[in-house]
């Protein structure tokens, strides 16, 4: 652990080996990074893509960056175009790639560079269910999870899907890193509850940074 980099030694929170949140590690930029989402949203909309199974997620979404996730019926993969556009990804701007590296080094993660930022659009009673992120190439880049907006109940689980989930307090500004021994840990979201951010309005965003090839 970097406690250096991040100052507050007491607002890092393990949430297991190789998992930390760093409690309000991105309080400075939360109108930055909304503002730069608004620029990502306005090329690449939000949208509530399909499951393999057939059904819209409750949780809107883009991306940015060289490589983007996304879901239908064919199943997950990254693509380096939005499929509904035909055009690449947005940019990943400089403040987003810049917090990744920061929040990844305080985690003890060096050297993390993403290639690609999954954008979450929660509104009030979207959810995610518990999944693992293993559609990228390499498991040894650790993920970065930026939460903006409405405050979140995070559901951040084990190795195996069957452990019952630990529920931890996402506000805005708050950053969750898992790598190593918990790359490949089961995490989702509860619904999320109504409520009204100064600043996001009735919805939570969260950016997920990984590293996909
Ligand atoms: C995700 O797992 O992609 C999203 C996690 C979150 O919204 O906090
Ligand atoms: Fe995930």
Redesign the pocket.
């Known amino acids: 652990m970097r406690a250096e980099l991040f100052g507050e030694v007491e607002r890092v929170q393990a949430l297991g080996p190789g998992a930390v949140r760093l409690a309000q590690f991105a309080r400075a930029e939360v109108s930055p990074l909304l503002g730069a989402i608004a620029e990502i949203v306005a090329a690449a909309p939000l949208r509530h893509m399909a499951t393999p199974g057939g059904y819209a997620m409750s949780v809107a979404m883009t991306n940015c960056g060289a490589l983007g996730w996304t879901t239908d019926r064919r199943g997950y993969r990254y693509t380096a175009t939005d499929p509904v556009s035909g055009r690449p990804w947005p940019v990943m701007p400089p403040v987003f790639a810049d917090l990744a590296a920061r929040a990844a080094a305080a985690a003890g993660f060096e050297w993390f560079a993403p290639d690609a930022c999954?954008i979450?659009r929660?509104a009030p009673g979207a959810r995610?269910s518990l999944?693992q992120?293993r559609n990228e190439a390499d498991f040894t880049a650790p993920i970065v999870?930026v939460?903006l907006g409405l405050p979140?109940t995070?559901l951040w689980g084990g190795a195996a899907r069957g452990e019952r989930p630990t529920k931890i307090r996402?506000a805005s500004g708050d950053v969750v890193v898992w790598g190593g021994p918990a790359r490949l840990a089961f995490?989702g979201?509860a619904p999320l509850a109504d409520g009204v951010h100064e600043l996001a309005g009735a919805a939570r965003f969260?950016l997920?940074f990984r590293r996909a090839r």
């Open positions: 999954l979450n929660y995610m999944h992120d999870s939460s979140a995070f996402l995490h979201v969260n997920t």
